[in-house]
């Protein structure tokens, strides 16, 4: 590694994350659609993405994790219907423009970001689209007649078994990886950027089965990005050892593998039926319980491995499971006080903790009123075009959230108002 890679790129030092000589250890957000901003929405784009890195920077939040593009197209509406690869083997890199210049405006604000290169999950076409492609029919997809989780389970298992669609997998990273940035001139395997390179959204062998070539799947991925890119971290994106059928020998298997630098997972506790229904001030014991439950058991494992954890995807509905950006986030704040304090206390316990990634930022944006889920044409959030708009965001408006944030993060001064056209930003 040269001097300037050594200055520059995060590493993972037994398990801490370093920069140069300093520990890094970060309050980060899930930005996932933030490489499309500046394509789909052009200047006023661009103006939104220096004003949201602006906002981010100045309220303590230093690493976004962001998806590299969508798979395949389709009129399905509760998906991102851009894709930077429309059919197998065919890329739009003008699409790819607008993850350059999310990527240049995060090098200037010395921002780091996580990308996730495919998802499991069919809203941005992941491996059911290569399933597609390569003759396995129809996805089940959610909210149509047809459609069960058995169903879903049973179809994306098959991405393991398939040579072709994992070949052509292989393919689209080395695009992505070898692509050169449009703004910067930077690579992206030279990028410092980057932080680090995701395998996939949530990636589950959606069943025993199939469990030793999903183990196979992930070392060989892992390896075939170092062998392209020897300056940035890869990470798998797993949720934990629930995205294994609880079996933590999986979790800690596809871990230890020597090209994977850190470990994940993701806590949602509104899809585990941690509380029911709109009573989450009820759930609240059972929440924070299995909360704590969930991470001390993947603790464990990070200590055991002597690898960096990260926190990276985490969210709670605003309270009584409003979709109305006017609600309050009484549940919600308690909730990230919570978690940002286990980050803290490892912090400065020199622990396994190093990141959390809360889910989601939604901006400047703005749920439509009357409207549960995003159309064609609205702005991007924090939920997926698949999700309730206003579910799990949080927008620039939620100071309350945002008092929490920073005060985790060590910033003292107040908050002032930023303008992007006539919205308002607190920062």
């Known amino acids: 590694m040269t001097a300037f890679a050594q200055h520059v790129y995060v590493r993972a030092l037994e398990h801490h994350f370093i920069i140069g000589s300093k520990i890094y250890q970060y309050i980060g957000a899930n930005y996932w659609y933030g490489g499309l901003l500046s394509v789909v929405k052009g200047e006023s784009g661009k103006r939104r993405i220096q004003t949201e890195l602006d906002f981010l920077k100045n309220n303590g939040v230093t690493n976004l994790r962001v998806m590299v593009g969508a798979e395949g197209l389709s ?30 405006e995060m090098g200037k604000r010395k921002m780091k ?113 170092k062998s392209i890119d020897k300056n940035h971290l890869v990470t798998t994106g797993s949720e934990g050892d629930i995205a294994t059928d609880n079996n933590m020998d999986v979790y800690q298997a596809v871990h230890a593998d020597k090209n994977i630098d850190y470990l994940t997972i993701h806590i949602w506790p509104k899809n585990w039926q941690w509380f029911k229904d709109t009573s989450i001030i009820a759930g609240m014991p059972t929440i924070i319980s299995n909360t704590k439950n969930y991470i001390d058991k993947h603790v464990a494992v990070a200590r055991k491995l002597n690898k960096p954890l990260v926190i990276e995807e985490f969210g709670l509905p605003r309270d009584k499971h409003s979709f109305d950006i006017k609600s309050s986030t009484n549940s919600r704040d308690g909730y990230y006080t919570y978690l940002l304090m286990q980050w803290l206390q490892s912090k400065n316990n020199h622990d396994v903790i190093n990141g959390l990634n809360f ?41 309350s959230t945002w008092k929490i944030i920073r005060g985790a993060a060590g910033i003292k001064s107040k908050p002032v108002v930023a303008r992007h056209g006539n919205k308002k930003a607190f920062r």
């Open 113 to 225: 970001a996580v990308l996730f290169l495919t998802n499991t999950w069919e809203w941005s076409g992941g491996f059911g689209q290569y399933l597609q492609w390569n003759g396995y029919g129809p996805q089940p997809l959610p909210k149509t007649p047809e459609y069960s989780w058995d169903k879903s389970k049973a179809y994306i298992t098959q991405f393991f078994n398939c040579d072709n669609c994992k070949a052509a997998l292989d393919r689209y990273i080395k695009h992505i990886i070898t692509r050169k940035n449009t703004f910067s001139g930077f690579k992206y395997a030279d990028d410092p950027a980057i932080m680090a390179w995701e395998l996939c959204n949530e990636p589950r062998p959606m069943g025993t089965a199939n469990t030793p070539l999903y183990v196979q799947w992930i070392s060989h991925t892992a390896a075939l990005i």
């Open 359 to 399: 889910w989601a930022f939604g901006g400047i944006a703005r749920p439509i009123p009357g409207q549960l889920f995003w159309k064609p044409g609205d702005d991007y959030m924090g939920d997926p075009p698949q999700e309730e708009q206003g579910l799990n965001a949080v927008f620039d408006s939620d100071v």
């Open 75 to 104: 009129t399905y509406p509760f998906r991102v219907p851009e894709s930077n690869q429309p059919e197998q083997g065919v890329y739009d890199d003008k699409l790819m423009i607008g993850l350059d210049y999310l990527l240049q």
